[in-house]
């Protein structure tokens, strides 16, 4: 399973770098993986889903931000 170096950070657009190293037996489903922002210096932190991709990874970062937008709203200050 493929885990990419960089994701693109959904809040400033700027690369996002992974923090966490390769485990030796490889990535498996349900590893959690950190990345930092290189912009605005947010760590994300993402969980392998399954073998099919980045997609599911990007995906899953934009849920987080949907959670994340949703407790803003919550609480305006
Ligand atoms: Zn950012």
Known sequence: MEIPETIICVDCGQEARRLTLPPEEGWEIGDSVAYRCTG???RWDLVVADDTAEANFTSYAS???A????RRLE???
């Open 67 to 70: 959670i994340l937008e949703e």
């Open 40 to 42: 605005c210096n947010d």
């Open 75 to 77: 609480d305006p200050t």
């Open 63 to 65: 849920e987080y931000r």
